[in-house]
């Protein structure tokens, strides 16, 4: 079987429609988003229902690639100790990651549904996978596990604070549970990063420079902050956990906030 494989052969069926991430870049309502979606998501919100479904969908098809590229991971890299290969336990890590991944996509699925949402309603962007073909698994790592999946965590947790005060106890109970699980992924990084990189500090500035460029990326011009109106909420207390320094997640918060500013029209 082909090892890197390249998101653009990925299996979908006539359900989906991909966009590329030059071609989401290339549309002003990519660049800037809407203005009625870049304010917090509450049930008060304007058009927050729809909102709220497109979140889940993003969710959903996220959930699918993460599945896709925690089991790449299992399989590209061979075990042994050359600068390209990884631990057994490490990809034990990922093959138990699988399993979570596959659970979330099944009750984003049921979730999806439970919202009113069709699979495929929403265009699909493979910026997620693209970062988990990464032929260096440190880069893998710091770009999957620890920023894209440490933004999981602050999608999840602003679903479940929306099905909180929505009053809507299906969508708040099933966020908690994958919210769980999502810490547990960033840890998960957090703990290999660290571990494979020991001894090698400039592998390990390269790797959170790394980090730093997909968290850019995914700030979706501030979509992503600390300010009351931010759609999504970053979250300290689970990032913490998840083994975040105050000093990273403050450098996501100033990034989020540089992203917004240059976002604006002026």
């Known amino acids: 079987m082909r090892k890197i494989f390249p998101a653009d052969l990925l299996a979908r069926d006539e359900r989906f429609i991909r966009q590329t991430q030059e071609a989401r870049l290339a549309d002003p309502r990519g660049r800037t988003g809407n203005a009625a979606n870049q304010t917090k998501l509450t049930p008060e919100a304007r058009n927050a229902p729809d909102r709220a479904r497109a979140l889940m969908h993003g969710i959903f098809v996220g959930e699918v690639q993460a599945l ?7 399989f590209d890299f061979e075990v042994g100790s050359g600068r390209d290969d990884v631990p057994f336990e490490m990809k034990m890590d990922m093959a138990r990651q699988c399993w979570d991944e596959a659970r979330h996509c099944e009750i984003s699925v049921k979730l999806s549904d439970h919202m009113g949402t069709e699979l495929g309603e929403f265009v699909e962007n493979t910026t997620l996978y693209e970062a988990a073909c ?16 440490g933004l999981a965590i602050d999608v999840f947790n602003t679903m ?18 994958m919210l769980a699980d999502e810490v547990t992924h960033v840890k998960m990084g957090s703990d290999w990063l660290r571990r494979m990189t020991e001894g090698d500090a400039e592998r390990l500035d390269r790797a959170l420079e790394f980090q730093r460029v997909v968290d850019k990326v995914f700030s979706f011009n501030g979509f992503r902050g600390e300010d009351d109106d931010s759609p999504i909420q970053l979250t300290r207390r689970f990032r913490e956990m998840a083994g975040f320094t105050p000093a990273e997640i403050n450098d996501i918060a ?11 029209p002026g």
């Open 68 to 74: 896709e590229g925690a089991g790449r991971t299992c």
């Open 134 to 149: 990464n032929r260096d698994p440190v880069l893998r790592l710091t770009g999957v596990n620890r920023a894209l999946e």
């Open 160 to 177: 479940r604070e929306f099905g909180r005060m929505a009053g809507d106890p299906v969508l708040e109970f099933c966020e908690d549970w």
């Open 254 to 264: 100033e990034m989020s906030r540089e992203s917004r500013a240059e976002a604006v």
